[in-house]
């Protein structure tokens, strides 16, 4: 299982997790290579549709990281993100898709670490998980 | 090796349905089967959903008698949820049931089942259709068929939403309370329907009783069978769609027993067969002994003759005196003749237009009150009504939020499939001589089923059956 | 999505070694070169550089490219440079996307082999995602270079008059019927003990007469939209149900008017009408009805003003109008009020006679106070010895830790004033610190201190300070600088107040949609090199409202505020709007109105007629929210579509 | 010049589609006045092997409807596409997978497990499952063998147009055979049924204001809602933001929130996801526990979102994975 390796979209908003993203990189910090970055302008805009999508692209987990409470640059879009977030966890679980491998986590520009971190451990937990099998049951 | 007939798909019934005959050597039948490759698995996918929405999920079990089981869903809410709907609200799921009892019936006397005897038992297949129909007793009474039907279709839709699904049935009642302008409206067709039944019966009296070779046939030993009946009466043991007791009736026409949808498990079960799909429901306390007829064979016959020889006749003046006339032309209760299932049928429309005339002229059935407010979840809830295809039964298990844990459903046809695969056996061994098979011979087995006016699509699971050689 | 049309050009960014020896360019580009739509890859060692730029032009043209896909640095670093390649080349800026494999891959993956492989999948997301790419149009509106100023005190009227010099044309709105804030009501200011009115007067003056200032008073701001440049203001014009046009302010309807109020404009210590001018010489001088006391407007039968009125002025009619205002920028002059001591029993403040505020007791020095400016008890005498205690409500844990700042100046202040009018008074100021900061306080205070019959009594902790009544004198208690518990008595004590928030400071910091300090004062944007700007562009802070200050700073503020303005807002100057916005689709909008309340700036609001939603293009600011919300799909979010943004998914994911 | 032939068929049907044909009432005769109806098994006795000798493309036209579960039911829809110049998917069965769908949350052999072994009225002490080759006596037995997953029509063939609905409005019924009888040339893949979501012609839109917040669902059973008002107003779930119109608002004249049957409007790419980020979005709460404490209120999110479409649905069924 060890081989496997975990496939993640991360959704990160253009202010503050971009940034960090950003800032991880010219600190040359070293984090897992299993991280796919896409952009938006505001965690506000993560579609629950793009999550389901991406789990259907054969992704094993999904990253949505937003600025902190009160920090968001269009004022309240990170609490749209949250609301969203509870839901759809729920409701995947009745897919059978695990809570584990849909999360959410305020990162600032400046937690760099931080974002290391999270990355890391969602890497260690996806491979503990292993692949999603969507087209097990396909005749 | 035998040789293997079938009908493929056999047609102008509510379902998919494929019938094998296989013949010997001498080209008499040796085995008939009757499949239906159908399973939907409701018993299964109703599970983790609210008990709130299992009316409007179960009736998409079919689309041709969705108000029976938005009906006895909506009942089982009622037990689940232990409140009682108000007066009002009984009444207008009476109306709503009785119109589409009326709609549907009709249905299959003028689409389905009847145009092989008013079109004739000779005319090309072609013909053998609604408009064969239409070309033989006239556009006008097709258009007239058309009209009525779109009437009772709006009926529903007045009462329930739509003309085909309703959405109204909640625990406890009704969504929607009728007007006095919706009365009136209601009182109008009802008098329309009234007269349209009486029409339909003079029509079957042509087609039935003043033709010689299809009375003959009716009356004929080809399509009869002795067996046990069962259907809904009320407390003076007439005929209910709506609500009552289950009644069961011998072969001699005697009561042998009566019991409330709760104790369903005391007394019927069902079987599985190694090659069958099919459930086949028997009389518990009498036994299964396999497919033949008879006291001694817990086999029974749910629908409209089976309705009609379980109970002690019609609750309403017109439809009652129609019944006496029906048994006393075919020699008194209990009648096994199963192409008196199309005079039944008629009679129940009757009984049906005259049971909503009645409901219209009812001032509590526009009392606003259409709702009682449950505070309490039992975790189980039983319903029951009488389908036009027979009984009809939904049983609920839920946790204590009212999400489904475990669902059962007890469905019209299932009850008669026993019956409906004798009858198709009894006719292919009497029409089918020395390996004849023309298309019309074959059409002559498929009138054998049509007489029940099979629901294939709710009996959801494939019957697929042997009779063994007598 | 293969498209004949669609010809996009691919460049790798070496970025020198950087991305280079992090992994193995040339595999990738033999990788993209596959890709559906994609007519060219160039890996190039410094896309950056003059020659890079020039490259990708040339090839743009020479290849008739329609996308163009950047792999280099972060779109942070260089999206901004690289739209302006695609631009000189004709094409639309937008059809770019940058694969950021220098941040997010090269400099964080150390195994070449897996940057690789990620810089692939980055690659092909941005291939797939720039076919759906749309050209945008950068639209440009004028910005206004109107002004809104609230609040026209000291610090609001000096804002208005250095920007009304420069032709600006400057909205004065003021909550009161009368402007020259709290500083109209003082009779002398410190330190140069200057009549109040000789050095207002003309400011309040010019303000009333200045072509360029429109002052909006006895008015509310209800909201404001938009951003620097362009603000769309609404303003409530209370109905003051008399004509100001004709009125003259002869105050005959006041004569007539039967009903008595407190006056609010003398800190309730005499009474006025109805119908009232605020005090002699309030400016504008025109009455205003008080509608929640006047019997007429309270359904009874009176019309005693209206009958006395010689001009016919009186307008019970009158209702409450909206004016909309569109200004590009604002200055925020609200003030202050101050300290209640009712709060602290220890002064007994309102239940032992002849205790002052500070701000009552100028009013008992004013000329058009209730006392026309003579000093005396409520008996009518004049006090003999007077007592001053300070610090009341400042530098306590119980109330505001901050040092108000002015409180021991105008305390100063008075001390002189009481001498000039009774100078064989005994004055007492009770402090625990004094805070004389500035040029001239030190000698102010020398001057007085000088004066006989003055005394200063440092208390140990201010909070010991305590008011009796006994007999007809108030005894101050305190505890002396050792700690000795001592008294003495008083005809009369003026508590010097601390200067607090303005009551409405939350409001109107909601309304404006900037923050606050912990005491409910405005937040300026830096401490220390922006001091009256805000976290908000456009919006600037000054006076009061912004911190307890003398008049001296309010104005630097106000004019401070003013300058910024001028150096920045200049007319006719154009702003170009955020391209990146919201669009309904008005096919598929069904008006269920989900977005509306979610929007940020208001910039959904749902067309009655049409039954479907639009979005204001120069409010909406692109975040999104309204996009993912949309229940039937019918809003695009330019350039972060939904179709954008799944083939980015797609093309990250593939194998 | 011959007359257009037009055939009907289901699949994994409840009829509902066939009665919605027959509703079209008058317009019956209409249809029949310039096209033949071949092949219709409610209604006509044509059998298989009639339509299996005609030519290919000899159908101008066929209407099927039902999801597709059982080999027949793939066998018979390859059979059709090949005769029909147009094939058009009838209903929500056809068209999205329909409420048959809500299978997919379970596994072939736990539909197959309940209906046969477990259910309280079954006698079956060997655990006998049917079979689709089985053998009695001295001939053989064949069962249209039932899949893994219920799929909508354009899973198996090419599907040239769609009418939403379960069942069907007739006039989108009407309107489609009409549109083919007249030649009319419509984009592949069009929906007969109306553009915008059902909001556009509810009777009820007025009555939702502009800042409808939820802090609690309400379910059917508890209580007695307003019936002019707005459901997500009055904090019901009713998809009709999210759904096509064209339906005639047949449940919420009935006093009951919209269920989903006409399925997702044109740019949604998922209906049950859309219709969450939408219920989410208007939950009046920014603390992570209360969220969720409403999020809890709302039970069976998946049979309540996706009840007409998961098959459909980007997921399609509950996923497989290792650790479950």
């Known amino acids: 299982m060890n081989s496997f390796e975990p496939k993640i979209i991360a959704f990160l908003c253009n202010w503050c997790s971009y940034e960090c993203a950003d800032s991880v990189g010219r600190a040359q910090k070293e984090y897992p290579s299993n991280l796919r970055v896409v952009r938006v302008m505001c965690s506000g805009r993560v579609d629950p549709q793009f999550v389901i999508k991406a789990f259907k692209e054969d992704a094993e987990g999904i990253m949505i990281l937003g600025c902190h409470a009160g920090e968001c640059h269009y004022k309240e879009g990170n609490y749209q993100a949250l609301r969203r977030y509870i839901l759809l966890k729920k409701m995947l679980a009745q897919f059978g898709i695990e809570g584990g491998r849909l999360r959410l986590h305020w990162v600032s520009a400046s937690e760099g670490d931080k974002f290391v971190t999270i990355v890391s451990e969602m890497v260690r937990d996806l491979k503990k998980l292993g692949p999603l099998l969507l087209r097990d049951m396909e005749r | ?470 | 999505m293969k498209d004949e049309k669609i010809r996009i050009g691919v460049y790798i960014c070496e970025c020198g070694p950087n991305i280079k020896e992090a992994m193995d360019v040339n595999e990738i580009a033999e990788f993209i070169r596959g890709f559906e739509n994609v007519v060219l890859t160039k890996p190039f060692h410094l896309l950056c550089s003059e020659e890079g730029k020039t490259l990708i032009e040339k090839d743009i043209k020479e290849y008739q490219l329609t996308n163009i896909v950047l792999a280099a640095c972060s779109p942070k670093e260089h999206e901004i440079t690289f739209r302006k390649v695609l631009r000189n080349a004709g094409l639309n800026p937008f059809l770019l996307q940058i694969a950021n494999i220098r941040e997010q891959c090269a400099w964080v993956i150390k195994d070449k082999a897996l940057a690789t492989q990620k810089a692939k999948a980055m690659i092909a997301a941005a291939v797939k995602r720039v076919a759906y790419h749309e050209p945008l149009e950068t639209k440009e509106i004028q910005c206004h270079s109107d002004v809104l100023v609230v609040g026209a005190g000291v610090a609001g009227i000096s804002a208005a008059l250095t920007l009304a010099q420069k032709n600006r044309k400057v909205y004065l709105v003021e909550k009161l019927p009368c402007i020259g804030g709290k500083v109209a009501r003082y009779e002398k200011v410190f330190p140069s003990l200057e009549c109040a009115s000789c050095v207002l007067d003309p400011l309040l003056d010019e303000v009333l007469h200045n072509e360029h200032i429109e002052l909006i008073a006895f008015s509310e701001i209800e909201e404001v939209l938009g951003f620097y440049g362009n603000f769309i203001v609404k303003v409530r014009k209370k109905a003051r149900f008399v004509d100001s046009t004709t009125c003259i302010g002869c105050g005959a309807c006041s004569e007539a008017c039967p009903v008595k109020i407190k006056n609010e404009y003398n800190e309730g210590l005499d009474n006025r009408k109805a119908i009232y001018i605020p005090y002699p010489g309030a400016l504008p001088h025109v009455a205003v009805i008080d509608g929640k006391h006047c019997l007429h407007l309270q359904g009874k039968e009176c019309n005693a003003c209206q009958d006395a009125c010689p001009f016919g002025s009186i307008r019970y009619e009158d209702t409450d109008q909206i004016q909309e205002l569109e200004v590009g920028a604002i200055v925020l002059a609200t003030g202050f009020d101050i300290f209640d001591p009712k709060k602290v029993s220890r002064y007994g403040y309102g239940k032992i006679k002849n205790v002052y505020t500070s701000l009552e007791f100028e009013r008992l020095l004013n000329s058009t106070g209730p006392t026309e400016g003579k000093i005396l008890l409520k008996n009518g005498q004049p006090p003999k010895r007077i007592g001053l205690i300070h610090c009341v409500g400042s530098r306590t844990k119980k109330y505001h830790e901050y040092c108000s700042g002015i409180c021991c100046m105008y305390s100063l202040k008075f001390s002189h004033l009481i001498k000039e009018q009774l100078p064989d008074s005994s004055i007492t100021e009770f402090y625990s610190d004094f805070c004389l900061p500035g040029r001239e306080s030190q000698s102010f205070f020398k001057k007085l201190a000088d004066k006989k019959g003055v005394n200063f009594i440092q208390v140990k902790n201010i909070d010991s300070v305590e008011l009796k009544k006994k007999d007809n004198t108030i005894l101050v208690k305190y505890r002396d600088i050792n700690g000795k518990i001592k008294g003495r008595s008083f005809d009369l004590v003026i508590l010097s107040v601390a200067l607090e928030a303005a009551r409405n400071a939350r409001e109107l910091a909601e309304i404006f949609d900037i923050s606050q300090d912990k005491d409910g004062f405005f937040l300026e944007e830096h401490t220390n090199i922006a001091p009256v700007s805000t976290s908000v562009g456009g919006i600037f802070i000054a006076g009061c409202a912004h911190g307890p200050k003398d008049i001296q700073g309010a104005v630097a503020e106000g004019q401070a505020a003013a300058g910024r303005i001028l150096s920045k807002l200049i007319p006719g100057e154009k702003l170009s709007l955020e391209p990146i916005t919201a669009e309904v689709d008005e096919d598929l909008c069904s008006g269920c109105k989900t977005c509306i309340s979610l929007c940020p700036y208001k910039a959904l609001t749902y067309d009655q007629k049409k039954k479907t939603v639009s979005v204001n293009e120069v409010l909406c600011r692109g975040c999104g929210i309204c996009v993912a919300t949309c229940p039937g799909a019918a809003i695009k979010a330019r350039h972060f579509t939904d179709k954008q943004i799944v083939a980015e998914i797609k093309g990250l994911l593939q194998r | 010049m011959e007359r257009p032939k037009i055939a009907l068929y289901w699949c994994s049907s409840c009829g509902g589609c066939e009665e919605s044909v027959l509703d079209l009432s008058e317009n019956i005769l209409k249809i029949t006045e310039s096209a033949d109806i071949v092949f219709w098994p409610v209604a006509l006795d044509t059998k298989y092997e009639e339509v299996n000798r005609m030519k290919d493309g000899e159908i101008a036209a066929c209407l099927i409807n039902g999801s597709i579960r059982m080999d027949e039911h793939e066998y018979m829809a390859q059979l059709l596409r090949k005769k029909s110049r147009i094939v058009i998917a009838h209903g929500s069965c056809a068209y999205i997978g329909g409420i048959y769908g809500l299978a997919n949350f379970y596994k072939r052999e736990e539909c197959l497990n309940r209906a046969y072994k477990e259910v309280p009225s079954v006698k079956n002490p060997e655990g006998i499952l049917p079979q689709a080759q089985s053998r009695d006596g001295e001939v053989e037995i064949e069962l249209s063998g039932f899949h893994d997953l219920v799929k909508p029509l354009n899973h198996v063939i090419e599907v040239d147009y769609y009418i939403p609905g379960c069942p069907p409005n007739p006039e989108n019924v009407f309107e489609a055979i009409m549109s083919v009888l007249q030649n009319r040339t419509l984009p592949k893949g069009n929906v007969f049924a109306d553009q915008k979501a059902l909001c556009a012609t509810c009777s009820r839109r007025d009555t939702k204001p502009e800042k409808a917040v939820i802090k609690e669902i309400k379910r059917l059973h508890e209580w007695q809602w307003d019936p002019e008002k707005c459901f997500l107003a009055q904090d019901m779930i009713c998809l009709g933001p999210a759904t096509r119109g064209g339906c005639g608002e047949r449940c919420i004249k009935a006093n009951m929130p919209c269920r989903g049957c006409y399925g997702p409007t044109e740019n949604i790419i998922d209906q049950g996801g859309k219709f969450l980020s939408a219920l989410a979005s208007i939950i009046d709460s920014k603390d992570k526990r209360e969220i969720e404490k409403i999020a809890d209120s709302i039970l069976d999110m998946g049979g309540l979102f996706y009840r007409y479409c998961l098959p459909s649905s980007l997921l399609e069924k509950k996923v497989k994975s290792l650790s479950s």
């Open chain 2, 1 to 470: 090796m035998h040789k293997r007939i079938t009908i493929d798909p056999i047609t102008r019934l509510e379902g998919h349905g494929k019938i094998n005959i296989f013949l010997d050597d001498n080209g008499e039948v040796y085995r008939t089967y009757l499949s239906v490759p159908e399973f939907k698995a409701f018993e299964k996918f109703c599970e983790g959903r609210l008990a709130e929405e299992m009316p409007a999920i179960t009736q998409k079990i079919c689309g041709v008698c969705p108000t029976a089981h938005h009906t006895a869903s909506s009942k089982a809410l009622d037990d689940l949820f232990s409140v009682e709907p108000p007066g009002a609200a009984k009444k207008v799921r009476e109306l709503m049931y009785n119109a589409f009892m009326f709609e549907d019936h009709l249905l299959h006397f003028y689409f389905l089942g009847g145009p092989d005897f008013i079109v004739g038992l000779d005319a090309p297949k072609e013909k053998r259709n609604v408009f064969g129909v239409k070309d033989t007793v006239g556009v006008e009474v097709v258009k007239k068929v058309i009209d009525i039907r779109k009437k009772a279709r709006g009926l529903n839709a007045m009462i329930s939403g739509s003309p085909l699904y309703p959405v109204c049935g909640l625990p406890g009642g009704v969504s929607r309370a009728l007007t006095e302008e919706d009365r009136i409206h209601i009182k109008d067709l009802t008098k329309d329907f009234i007269t349209f039944a009486e029409f339909t019966l003079k029509i079957f009296d042509d087609v039935f009783l003043k033709n010689k070779e299809n009375f003959d046939l009716m009356v004929s030993d080809i399509y009869y069978h002795r067996t046990y009946y069962l259907g809904l009466v009320d407390e003076n043991n007439k005929v209910n769609f709506y609500d009552g007791q289950i009644r069961v009736v011998g072969p001699d026409g005697k009561e042998v027993m009566k019991f409330g949808s709760k104790d369903y498990l005391q007394y019927l079960q069902e079987r599985v067969e190694p090659w069958s799909y099919m459930k086949t429901l028997y009389l518990k306390n009498i036994g299964w002994k396999g497919f033949v007829d008879g006291k001694e064979s817990g086999i029974y016959r749910v629908g409209p003759l089976a309705r009609l020889n379980a109970s002690e006749g019609m609750a309403t003046p017109l439809a009652h005196a129609e019944h006496e006339r029906m048994f006393s032309t075919l020699g008194g209760k209990p009648v096994h003749n199963t192409l008196a299932y199309h005079w039944a049928r008629l009679i129940e429309v009757l009984y049906a237009a005259e049971r909503m005339d009645e409901l219209a002229s009812d001032p509590e059935l526009t009392n606003p009150q259409v709702r009682n407010i449950p505070d309490d979840i039992r975790k189980e809830g039983i319903g029951v009504c009488e389908a036009p295809r027979g009984t009809l039964l939904h049983h609920y298990v839920t946790d204590k939020k009212g999400v489904l844990k475990k669902v059962n459903l007890l469905v019209a046809t299932q009850n008669n499939a026993a019956g409906i695969s004798m009858s198709i056996e009894k006719a292919a061994r009497a029409i089918i001589k020395n390996g004849n098979v023309s298309e019309g011979v074959l059409n002559m087995i498929e009138i054998a089923f049509r007489a029940y006016d099979p629901c294939l699509a709710c009996a959801t699971h494939i019957l697929s059956r042997n009779i063994a050689c007598s």
